[in-house]
């Protein structure tokens, strides 16, 4: 079966580092993505790992460890525009299917 | 930036209706999705397309119909709406094979079923 695990909430300070943590259990892996989305909005795409090791652009950076069934997204200097939620998406193996997590809603304070 | 939209945004409509949202990507990706997400909740597919006349059912079980006419356009139908309906419905789209086929959403429809 398909199993996708992150933290239900965080929150973090301006200019503060934080990282969200992804574990998964899947029959396949073809790939992770982590996606941003802010309230009532669709999901916007911010990166995606297929190798392990870590994907960096700009702000936000993405590690993977197919080992470890493992993803953490980054995110750098963080600003109040980044409060939204963080969905971390497995693609299954052979297909293109995305199994989504429930994503991590994240609180950026002044 | 993503060319995809959906129509309408917000649909508010009474138990027994049929209703069709709307689903056009400008980019020329081959795959096109449905999802229903309920708030707080993760994405479930619910309907998928690789190219026209060509539409599988999702994860999800849903009652929605989609038809796949024209690569652009990928329309959900509900012949019968109910309350369980209610939901946001996203529409994705993806570029036919590449490394990464990212899968890029449309703004959604909020469908409230009274």
């Known amino acids: 079966g398909q199993n996708i695990d992150q933290p239900t909430e965080m929150t973090a300070t301006e200019g503060a580092i934080v990282q969200i943590n992804c574990t998964y259990q899947?029959?396949?892996?073809?790939?992770l993505f982590w996606y941003q989305q802010h309230a009532g909005e669709a999901p916007t795409f911010l990166s995606y790992n297929v190798l392990d090791g870590l994907e960096e652009k700009g702000r936000f950076s993405s590690f993977l460890s197919r080992s470890k069934g493992y993803s953490y997204l980054l995110l750098k200097e963080l600003q109040m525009k980044d409060s939204a939620s963080y969905l971390c998406a497995v693609r299954k193996g052979n297909t293109d299917k995305l199994i989504f997590g429930t994503g991590t809603r994240l609180q950026v304070f002044p | 930036e993503a060319d995809i939209y959906q129509t309408p945004r917000y649909l508010v409509i009474g138990t027994g209706k049929k209703i069709t949202l709307e689903c056009s990507q400008t980019?020329?990706?081959?795959?096109m999705y449905w999802y229903q997400q309920d708030p707080g909740m993760e994405l479930h597919l619910i309907h998928y397309s690789y190219g026209v006349n060509s539409t599988e059912k999702g994860d999800l079980s849903s009652e929605s119909t989609v038809s796949r006419i024209r690569t652009e356009h990928f329309p959900l139908t509900l012949e019968s709406a109910r309350p369980s309906h209610t939901s946001q419905y996203l529409c994705a789209s993806s570029a036919l094979g590449g490394r990464e086929e990212t899968q890029y959403f449309g703004p959604g429809t909020r469908l409230l079923v009274l």
């Open positions: 899947t029959s396949g892996f073809n790939g």
């Open positions: 980019m020329g990706h081959d795959k």
